[in-house]
């Protein structure tokens, strides 16, 4: 382990480029199911160092939607063949508890977990999108404090699942013809209020004991689950001063839950535009904002406000919306940010437009570096999520020319020291229960 | 296209082997989770030509079921990693309609298929394990002839979700700034018995439109549900004249369904154990005998009967059992079989644990080919799923000595010549039901 304490980096490949007009760039690549491309961003990522490669999910769709959502490669599959080309870096996938079966997704997970030798992590989500209800033979989304009720319970299940087989479980004596020690079979059992699962899991305990967990969760419900499971924490900030209150609070939370604030890694998303200087920077980002197209900006803010805005007048000032129980990190970082500058609709809109409501960074490639050093000095964050406006220029330009900025100060590794994502990360492997309970014993 | 029919040939890949001892032999290597072994088998059975690779699945376990069955990778997973490995190969994974969702799995073998450059193929099962329910929340395994109804109203959504995008829906175009085609997107819409359904599915149509179905159903119903969508059916037969009865009464279901009877490929199991000489092979059986638990054999015959036979005699004529509505293929197969031979149970039990109740081929490359050629030249069969007792070296034996005599006699391909599993097995790729509707107009 490093002795001085180190950003951690995740590359966020929203393949289309998160800007809406990122694909039309004449040197951009373009598509989600664009396997090439997506081998890139994470050989590129890994080349940078990063801790992890991060693939974002909805279960649903709409040709307006965000182009780098409208169709793309389902994540499991997508990283089980990016683990492939990459041997070190991280590979996340969001996942919703309110549309799939435990059994089902801890499978996966484990799967990935074991296909990578310990590189998985799971985005855990309550599912933001209401329109994937509608997919799941479901007349509604479940309301958001039932939403966080089923995550909670779905997550314990899961880890429950991962548990089913401790790790020296699987002998395969020839011997002996002992192929599993059944002495070593966990029956979870589990009875709850949204499941009823018996167990076990026909997967061996993962390399990593679970996979990583990931929460995005930003109201006081989200907070706490992130609080109590969470091993990164992503978020959308847009000030210092906000970003280290969020932190503040979220670390106090983890306290409360009894838990060790070192192992909750709070990585805000970050958008940045490299340029020869900060003029040049702000060229390229107006460029992106003269392909971008309107009906689909507007469609990204409503889909992250939670409301339809379409029927409001874009040149008055951005009318104050009630919470609306979907995406809060963003409807408040926006509508904070709305009221802060005086923004009206088609303000907000074109500034969503470019990064989703992420904290945009524009400038040479010590600004940017600056930028991130600014908050991760102030205990703001631990590391950010970079969320490259085009593939594969915009994310190449980080690695090539930010990276080494960050390296040169002391700030990020310039190798990795371990093989696993918690290794990365500096984060423990969860012992087995029963592996826990015997080491208590032997102590005692 | 080849000018005379040929065979078409699967490797069925229970990685600690098919008989329940296989693992144990001095030069086996165990294990469904063992990457390199997968790899290599996958490899192997490329280089071998075959048309598939083929993974059961489960959605339950026990310490004392199949051992190949106890730990194992996830199917799609899994499969995603060895597209990469591969080049020609089909990639089959076994997965219920009984236990997950149509939007989820759809979009898994979307994305496998599009991973692979069209070289998925799912193996519907209606769930023959009813120790699955426990994990997911049911408190029963639905009846046959509901799991069955379940079945084909899932195959439809899948099929209906597969169509949300037309082949050339996605548009990218920089200029014009159309990232997708919006009138070439279909709503899907479904309300039925069990499902309701909306679309579309985020995932573009897939290569082969389709992936290729499978189905291994036997009973009445089992098999309609073949005749109405599979395109290859796996099948447990002993002998030729129930094999060919059983060929011929699909055929008929076939043409019932007005379908093309050349798109039905049907591929019993059968379990090679190649020597050189037949008592060489039936040598390797015995040892392998000598190897076999007899607890795990029984339970592996008990679940394949569909009742828990352990309160039984081992010395007394097989039980004669009512069906037991779980794996008809086995059970009907199994029995007759004990009653042609007049077998005990501890025989019958013996028999299954080497090949599940699969047609066991044993003596030298010629002698194996020529039960199947035997089989295949009669019409009793398209191809078989080779089902190796053994893992590396029954599937090596197989490839490196069976498969050339299979090529000299002209019966099985020397280069495979598409690149999708639909090319090797010379079946259609399903138009789009809309371009399906444009070419009928245009040639009106
Ligand atoms: C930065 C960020 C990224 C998110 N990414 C996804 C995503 O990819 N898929 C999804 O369904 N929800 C996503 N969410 C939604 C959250 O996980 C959460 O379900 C939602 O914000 C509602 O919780 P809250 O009210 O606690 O904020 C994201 C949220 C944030 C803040
Ligand atoms: C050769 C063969 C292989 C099968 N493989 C699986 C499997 O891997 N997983 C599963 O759940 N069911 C499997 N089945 C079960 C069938 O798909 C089907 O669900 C079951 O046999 C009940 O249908 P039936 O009564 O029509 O035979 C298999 C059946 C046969 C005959």
Redesign the interface.
Known sequence: MASTKMMHLGAFALA?GHHV?G??L?G?Q??S?N?ELLKHIAMTAERGKFDLFFLAD????S??MH?S??????P???L??L???TSRIGLAATASTT???P??LA??F???D??SGGRAAWNIVAGAFPAAA?????KEHPEHSERYRIAAEFVEVAKGLWNS?EDDA?V?D?DS?V??D?AK?HVLDHHGA???????????RPPQGYPVFIQAGASDTGRDLAASVAEIVFAVLQDLDTAKAFADDLRGRVRKFGRNVDHLKIMPGVCPIVGESEKDARAKLAELGA?A?AATSLRVLSERMGHDLSAFDLDAPMPQLPPSGMMQGHAVTLAALAARDGLTLRELRDFTSAAMGHRLLLGTPEQIADGLEEWFVAGAADGFNVMPPWFPGALDDFVDHVVPVLQKRGLFRTEYEGTTLRDHLGLPRPAHPAAAVAATNAAE
């Open positions: 289309s007009a694909w039309r004449p951009a373009a598509g199911e396997l909805a279960l649903n769709t040709p307006t182009p959502m409208v169709v793309r490669l389902e499991l599959t997508l089980s063949v683990s492939t080309v549309y799939s079966e059994y089902n499978r996966l484990a799967s990935l074991h296909l509608a997919n799941f033979s479901l087989w699987v395969m020839k013809g192929y599993v059944a079979m949204h499941f009823n699962v018996k167990g076990p899991l026909n997967i061996s392909r197209d």
